[in-house]
């Protein structure tokens, strides 16, 4: 998928969570709107470079939105709202074989009590899939989700599950929009519990995807599957 023209800048500093001070290339200032509500650890450096994207809107109170940071290594797609578009892209194209075949491919479908991002359907066959946006490089160099404990991933696990119980396919695409780690596992550091239900889940026959990205200021789309590591 195509980004919409960025302008590029240095990374001052990351605040209250939705706010980022970035030093444009021509020695501006400006405060831009942070879509990421995590906490963007090894993503979000001062000193590093970033590109962000113009609304071209006068009366938004911060006009422009960070999109991408460069860590020296690679490109990092830094707004999470891209991740879902990649993943749509990828699936609708037929790039992920374990997701192929479908004659109907829809957004935001009920199930339960949560709200999926993606919905297959095959006559009386259907996949539910939910997207994640991994930006999380851990120490140990493999990409790991979430970056901060997350209730409401760990209750989408159980509703997947329940998906399974249901007679369906169900299924996780972890989309990771960097390219400078190997393998993906559960961040179990972080949120153990989490790791725990990922791991219930899996053993339930709910499917996992991990997917790295090709991540450039021109574009960002899904690249290559990556192997996941069940309790690393």
């Known amino acids: 998928m195509q980004l919409p023209p960025v302008i590029f800048g240095t990374l001052i500093r990351?605040?209250?969570?939705?706010?980022?001070?970035?030093?444009?290339?021509?020695?501006?200032l400006i405060t831009a709107h942070c879509p990421n509500t995590g906490r963007m650890t090894t993503c979000a450096e001062p000193g590093w470079r970033v590109a962000l994207s113009d609304s071209q809107n006068p009366k938004r109170k911060h006009r422009y939105t960070w999109e991408l940071v460069?860590?020296?290594?690679?490109?990092?797609?830094?707004?999470?709202?891209?991740?879902?578009?990649?993943?749509?892209?990828?699936?609708?194209?037929?790039?992920?074989?374990?997701?192929?075949?479908?004659?109907?491919?829809?957004?935001?479908?009920?199930?339960?009590?949560?709200?999926?991002?993606?919905?297959?359907?095959?006559?009386?066959?259907?996949?539910?899939?939910?997207?994640?946006?991994?930006?999380?490089?851990?120490?140990?160099?493999?990409y790991a989700f979430p970056d901060a404990v997350t209730e409401r991933g760990r209750k989408h696990l159980l509703e997947l599950i329940e998906v399974v119980r249901a007679g369906h396919?169900?299924?996780?695409?972890?989309?990771?929009?960097?390219?400078?780690?190997?393998?993906?596992?559960?961040?179990?550091?972080?949120?153990?519990?989490?790791?725990?239900?990922?791991?219930?889940?899996?053993?339930?026959?709910?499917?996992?995807?991990?997917?790295?990205?090709?991540?450039h200021p021109d574009e960002i789309r899904l690249k290559k599957s990556v192997d996941w590591h069940e309790n690393c």
């Not at 990351?14 to 501006?28: P, T, W």
């Not at 993943?87 to 829809?106: F, K, M, N, R, W």
């Not at 780690?181 to 219930?200: P, T």
Request: proline letters at 1%; one cysteine or more.
């Open 169 to 215: 396919r169900a299924a996780m695409l972890y989309v990771i929009p960097r390219s400078d780690g190997s393998g993906f596992r559960a961040a179990y550091e972080i949120d153990s519990a989490y790791a725990e239900a990922l791991n219930v889940a899996t053993a339930a026959g709910v499917e996992i995807y991990a997917w790295e990205a090709l991540v």
């Open 14 to 28: 990351r605040y209250k969570r939705f706010l980022v001070d970035v030093e444009l290339e021509d020695g501006s």
């Open 70 to 142: 460069h860590n020296g290594q690679c490109w990092i797609c830094v707004n999470t709202g891209r991740a879902n578009g990649m993943a749509h892209e990828a699936v609708s194209g037929g790039l992920i074989s374990g997701l192929s075949g479908y004659p109907t491919l829809l957004r935001e479908q009920q199930f339960g009590n949560s709200r999926f991002d993606l919905l297959l359907e095959d006559g009386d066959q259907k996949c539910y899939v939910e997207v994640k946006n991994v930006t999380l490089l851990a120490e140990d160099g493999f």
